[in-house]
């Protein structure tokens, strides 16, 4: 097989794993169908990743295939990796990773806009019944091997169930927008099966599950069987380097010491406070730091994109062929979604990419850190990236919607900073909020490590957010619980902003007054999402055949 062909099958085993994958929506043969929890179907899924991984160690591939062919030899190394974590096993609650998350998250986003898609998505709410009870399957054999959940996480999976069973009216998988007799199926499959299939799995976890949760003094990988070697694959497949547990966590704890000047230097002038700890008091505590209501949140965000997309043309050659799209988060998923999100643009273009920021209790949310959101989630951030992927001609689709979290959410947080460079905060104390949003991503170092290598207690976890990090008691204990439940996922974003800016900073050394961020921004973008050493090799690539040229 070629390169291109092993690409071909690395989407589809991708688009197995997880049918829901923001990246893929839209992608042909997948959109009826769900993901299979099933043990035999994910051993399956991985023996075919692992074909696909020693295939492609085996090709010479062209050079014009290098790139693509290291991608995908990383995605099927990385799916492996996945497979064996069993996080399926053991995670219960409101991220990504758990099955009710899964559904209740993910599915209501998917966009209807034809025929076809609306009978797909009765197709998918058919499967919910047959999901469930793998999920609970994989459960019970977690609890017999020994890989044993938080007992407050399945608590908290069992109090969105019931907050979920306890209103139909407002159920979130009614949100895809039906038509016709179809919305009569719909309601049909919701009240007769999907309901029924939440309530069975609710008993599930209260009768089988919560007796054998681990406490929360124990709540890391580290403290289940092969936990340690288990995060350790986890943290390279996010993070896409060498990095090892221990040195992640060291590389936090020197940025939280570095970051504390920068909070003083901004923070005196603006407070008249002389120490770190005194910033983080004012912005934590002071009332004139929280929204007045929803629409003053959605109107500063707005204008924080206007901004960026105004000067971006300066700073990038390549730019989105649409602006990017500003919506409250829906209500009924305000309680537990994030304080804000991107959902990609279809593949079919049906919809534009679109910034969804959380009106929820607005005036209970910190006013200083939307602008460097909205510099992260849209614009020059998620929106900028994911759109212009989406969009480049001649390269394999693999390069278009791989998954790369330490480039996504790398790139997010390079583009927090990108923005102060590039004039577009508005304030001080919107700079203060780019850097609350730097302390939180390098605590995560601190943390996430902290959790699944080193043996640290949920209450541990909670002190150091709360000594080191302007979130405030809510945000602290979500964010925990997130790092639980989705180990090394929270590595990636710093350790991808470390690695893009190391990247850049080592061009502009060789090149001098040669070097121009358009045309680096315009690399780092035109190639899809890579992995690190990946990306490290085409930017000196490029920097080289600059430097030839020049002396040529």
């Keep these: 097989m070629t390169v291109l062909q092993l690409a071909d099958t690395m989407?589809?085993?991708?688009?197995?794993?997880?049918?829901?994958?923001?990246?893929?929506?839209?992608?042909p043969g997948y959109e009826h169908r769900l993901p299979d929890p099933d043990e035999a179907a994910e051993s399956r899924l991985r023996e075919r990743a692992q074909a696909l991984a020693q295939a492609a160690r085996e090709l010479e591939p062209a050079a014009e295939d290098e790139v693509t062919h290291a991608l995908l030899l990383q995605q099927a190394e990385s799916l492996v990796d996945r497979i064996d974590a069993r996080l399926i096993e053991h995670t219960m609650a409101d991220y990504i990773t758990a099955p009710i998350a899964k559904l209740l998250l993910a599915l209501p986003l998917v966009r209807v806009a034809r025929v076809e898609q609306e009978e797909a998505y009765l197709e998918r709410l058919a499967a919910v019944p047959e999901f469930l009870g793998k999920a609970a399957q994989r459960h019970r054999q977690g609890v017999a091997a020994g890989r044993l959940p938080v007992a407050e996480r399945v608590a908290a999976a069992r109090t969105r169930l019931e907050a979920y069973l306890a209103a139909p009216e407002s159920d979130p998988l009614r949100r895809p927008s039906l038509t016709g007799v179809r919305v009569e199926q719909r309601d049909r499959l919701l009240a007769d099966e999907v309901r029924p299939a939440f309530a069975a799995y609710r008993e599930v976890l209260t009768k089988e599950i919560a007796p054998h949760g681990r406490s929360e003094e124990r709540?890391?990988?580290?403290?289940?069987?092969?936990?340690?070697?288990?995060?350790?694959?986890?943290?390279?497949?996010?993070?896409?380097?060498g990095h090892t547990p221990e040195e992640l966590h060291r590389i936090g704890l020197e940025l939280i010491e570095r970051l504390a000047g920068e909070y003083v230097a901004i923070g005196a002038s603006l407070f008249g406070v002389r120490t770190v700890t005194e910033v983080h008091e004012r912005m934590r505590t002071d009332s004139a730091m929280r929204w007045k209501?929803?629409?003053?949140?959605?109107?500063?965000?707005?204008?924080?994109?206007?901004?960026?997309?105004?000067?971006?043309?300066?700073?990038?050659?390549?730019?989105?062929?649409?602006?990017?799209?500003?919506?409250?988060?829906?209500?009924?998923?305000?309680?537990?979604?994030?304080?804000?999100?991107?959902?990609?643009?279809?593949?079919?273009?049906?919809?534009?990419?679109?910034?969804y920021a959380n009106t929820h209790r607005a005036n209970e949310r910190s006013r200083y850190g939307m602008e460097a959101t909205s510099f992260h989630e849209a614009v020059p951030g998620h929106h900028f990236q994911i759109t212009i992927a989406q969009e480049l001609k001649g390269l394999h689709m693999l390069r278009q919607v791989a998954g790369i979290n330490a480039y996504i959410e790398g790139w997010g947080l390079y583009a927090e900073r990108l923005a102060d460079e590039m004039g577009l905060y508005s304030s001080a104390l919107d700079r203060l909020g780019m850097l609350a949003a730097d302390s939180m991503r390098a605590a995560r170092l601190v943390v996430d490590t902290?959790?699944?290598?080193?043996?640290?207690?949920?209450?541990?976890?909670?002190?150091?957010?709360r000594a080191n990090t302007v979130m405030d008691d809510v945000e602290i204990q979500s964010e925990t619980d997130r790092y639980i439940e989705m180990p090394g996922q929270a590595l990636s974003y710093m350790v991808g902003r470390l690695e893009l800016q190391r990247m850049r900073a080592k061009a502009q050394t060789e090149l001098g007054a040669a070097f121009d961020f358009r045309a680096f921004h315009d690399l780092l973008l035109g190639g899809g999402a890579l992995p690190m050493a990946v990306?490290?090799?085409?930017?000196?690539?490029?920097?080289?055949?600059?430097?030839?040229?020049?002396?040529g």
């Excluded at 990988?221 to 070697?229: D, E, I, M, T, V």
């Excluded at 649409?322 to 988060?329: G, I, M, R, S, V």
């Excluded at 949920?458 to 002190?463: H, I, K, L």
């Design 450 to 465: 902290g959790l699944h290598a080193l043996g640290w207690s949920r209450a541990r976890v909670v002190d150091y957010l």
């Design 219 to 241: 709540p890391g990988l580290c403290w289940l069987p092969n936990g340690g070697a288990t995060y350790a694959a986890l943290a390279r497949t996010h993070t896409t380097t």
């Design 11 to 27: 989407l589809d085993l991708l688009a197995e794993e997880d049918p829901l994958n923001e990246l893929l929506q839209g992608y």
């Design 293 to 355: 209501d929803g629409a003053e949140l959605l109107a500063c965000a707005r204008a924080a994109i206007d901004r960026a997309e105004a000067a971006a043309p300066s700073w990038f050659g390549r730019l989105p062929s649409h602006p990017c799209a500003l919506e409250p988060t829906p209500p009924e998923a305000g309680e537990a979604a994030a304080a804000a999100y991107y959902m990609p643009a279809p593949m079919d273009g049906s919809h534009p990419g679109t910034f």
């Design 535 to 551: 990306l490290d090799g085409v930017v000196s690539a490029w920097s080289q055949g600059l430097r030839t040229s020049k002396s």
